[in-house]
């Protein structure tokens, strides 16, 4: 019975071709959730640090209503969200009315405009990063069915005549083996090489929208002047109460003399 199975895979190349078809289902997989969307995703990197050089032409008061304008049609819209909550926005009274002159940044982009919020969520990388290593596997495995096959045909009893028609088999499955495992490994290959690049290619993009979007609002110290004012009031509240209690010390002390002076007299 598992003769005529082995013999029945090896004749139809069953495993080769089970593993074949694996193999190319994730790489379609692959390719349709991860290259096509790190392509698009470069493409809106690309758009966005276009639209803010070209921001940079315009006046200052218009930098951050230009770019909130433009980022809320797209996948960045909850992070400039957040970054925008950030800006410090300088006001100017004209005419009776508070307008805006430039806004400056209190952080930098990078801590809303990140990594995983931006590139490896939407790509899934913590899986595909895995991918070559699950069709490697696969490969392996396949290269272990395909010795067993050849093997349950083998006829190792001693009669030369069997043992010359079994070694077909044997070989049949061997090569059935190394080719599963070749293409397998072949595709791992390829994947970990279009995996990286485009990886790489869009951290890439990410700094450049990054570096782009600090150059376009100043940074601010405004942080640090709020707690330099609190640490002043601060300090002037604990002089206040000192002198406040010397004060009240001093009263009690004469009024607690004249007290005693009456009661002597």
Not at 16 to 22: A, E, H, K, Y
Not at 38 to 59: H, W, Y
Not at 147 to 163: E, H, R, W, Y
Not at 241 to 255: H, P
Request: include cysteine; proline fraction near 2%.
């Amino acid at each position: 019975m598992l003769i005529t199975i082995a013999q029945f895979l090896q004749t139809y190349w069953i495993i080769p071709v089970f593993i074949g078809g694996l193999v190319v289902w994730l790489s379609l997989k692959f390719r349709k959730e991860y290259l096509q969307p790190a392509k698009r995703l470069t493409d809106d990197f690309k758009m966005a640090i276009a639209k803010i050089n070209e921001v940079k032409q315009q006046p200052a008061n218009r930098h951050k209503i230009e770019l909130e304008q433009y980022f809320i049609a797209t996948e960045f819209k909850h992070a400039w969200q957040m970054y925008q909550n950030t800006l410090h926005d300088k006001k100017d009274s004209v005419d009776g009315e508070d307008k805006l002159v430039f806004s400056r940044a209190t952080a930098s982009s990078e801590y809303f405009f990140n990594q995983s919020l931006l590139v490896d969520t939407p790509l899934n990388v913590e899986f595909f990063k895995h991918l070559p290593s699950i069709i490697t596997g696969i490969g392996i495995i396949g290269t272990f069915i395909g010795l067993l096959v050849g093997l349950i045909q083998f006829d190792a009893s001693g009669d030369p005549a069997n043992v010359q028609s079994s070694l077909g088999g044997l070989l049949g499955g061997v090569t059935e083996a190394f080719i599963g495992s070749g293409v397998a490994i072949g595709a791992a290959m390829f994947i970990t090489w279009k995996e990286k690049s485009w990886l790489r290619t869009c951290y890439a993009n990410l700094e450049r929208l990054t570096t782009a979007i600090d150059s376009l609002f100043d940074s601010d110290d405004v942080g640090e002047q709020y707690l330099d004012k609190i640490l002043q009031a601060s300090e002037q509240n604990a002089k206040q109460a000192k002198d406040l209690k010397d004060g009240l010390v001093g009263e009690l002390k004469v009024m607690l003399q004249n007290l005693t002076d009456a009661q002597q007299k």
